[in-house]
């Protein structure tokens, strides 16, 4: 039989009052990470690899498919007026169209292409996105409406770029956690697996253990313990690849814990909250695993920040809980 497509599924889903708005999101979110993935596909001999030759906000060096990937969301919702106004990690402040006046209640934010670090070797990519509404206003959205904690995500997922291209999503209130893989030859995502359970009691530990001498005792002993088999929850692989999606999604199908700790000279770690941790951590508790920062809860963290960064420990449940009782949160 064959396995419906992406927009299918969307559609399936959708609640029976809904006025589809979020649907056509949803729908234009797909058509980015296609887009997106042809691009990283022929950028090599089309000479997209390498350096922009500017710094983002963070202080990061920006990679010329950085920028293209960031274009390719602002145009697929440029066509879509539901969307108010977007945020991206690429962007120092809130992307605004010219009719931003007259446009819809929702908001989009991604970081269009994450673990830019791998275009250059043909390493794993992605794209990591989450959808927001406005509460109750008209006009053009103001920052407050961005700065809202996880649990208010209306939707979130990712598309990870690896040797398939799959698109990973959930919608809040159905908790369950879908997984479409891109058929190239036709350009149409179709579903691979529903219902998705992080498992419990295996799989790897991911963290990048050189920043080692940056991290508190307590995350020292806490992936020790991982490494050598003293966690209570057991023993853990190490894996890391340097791509968040890409170790989320080992991470999400293969059970076990991603960790990105606070660092002596970044006591917020690095990732960000809204465009990384939040839309991940939505992935994981809908699909029966958890995040915190260490010590609170993702979903529940109040950003006062477009650009706030924050630890992050994801994966399966108990090896969170492990983590969060280690560290005394
Ligand atoms: P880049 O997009 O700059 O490569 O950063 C990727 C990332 O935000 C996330 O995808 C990784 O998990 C993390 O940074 C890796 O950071 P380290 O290089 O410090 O381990």
Redesign the pocket.
């Given at each position: 039989m064959q396995a419906p497509t992406l927009i299918e599924h969307i559609l399936r889903s959708q609640p029976h009052k809904a006025s589809g708005e979020l649907s056509r999101i949803l729908a234009r979110l797909s058509l980015a990470g296609r887009m997106i993935a042809q691009r990283i596909l022929n950028a090599g001999f089309l000479g997209e690899h390498g350096e922009a030759g500017s710094i983002n906000v963070q202080g990061?060096e920006v990679k010329k498919l950085?920028l293209l990937s960031n274009e390719i969301f602002i145009r697929v919702f440029e066509t879509l007026p539901s969307v108010n106004a977007l945020g991206s990690e690429e962007m120092d402040d809130v992307f605004y169209y010219d009719d931003a006046e007259n446009r819809g209640k929702y908001l989009v934010l991604f970081?269009p292409?994450?673990?830019?670090?791998?275009i250059d070797i043909n390493g794993s990519l992605?794209s990591i996105f989450s959808v927001h509404k406005r509460s109750g206003k008209e006009g053009r959205a103001d920052l407050a409406d961005f700065l809202q904690p996880g649990n208010e995500q209306i939707a979130a997922g990712y598309i990870l770029y690896g040797p398939a291209t799959v698109f990973v999503y959930t919608v809040r209130g159905q908790d369950s956690v879908s997984v479409f893989t891109l058929d190239r030859s036709i350009g149409e995502f179709f579903l691979t697996a529903e219902g998705v359970r992080i498992p419990e009691g295996k799989g790897s530990y991911s963290v990048?253990e050189s920043?080692e001498s940056k991290w508190d005792q307590k995350v020292i002993d806490l992936v020790r313990s991982f490494r050598v088999g003293t966690a209570p929850v057991g023993k853990r692989a190490a894996r890391?690849t340097?791509?968040?999606?890409a170790?989320f999604h080992r991470t999400l199908l293969k059970g076990g814990i991603f960790m990105?700790p606070a660092l002596s000279d970044r006591p917020r770690g690095?990732?960000?909250y809204l465009y990384?941790a939040s839309p991940l951590a939505m992935i994981a508790e809908s699909a029966g695993g958890a995040a915190s920062d260490g010590s609170i809860r993702t979903l529940d963290l109040q950003p006062s920040q477009l650009h706030e960064r924050c630890p992050l420990f994801i994966g399966s449940k108990k090896d969170v809980a492990y983590a969060v009782q280690s560290l005394g949160g």
């Open positions: 990061e950085d970081d292409l994450d673990g830019s670090g791998n992605g990048n920043n890391y340097g791509a968040l999606v170790d990105y690095k990732l960000r990384e």
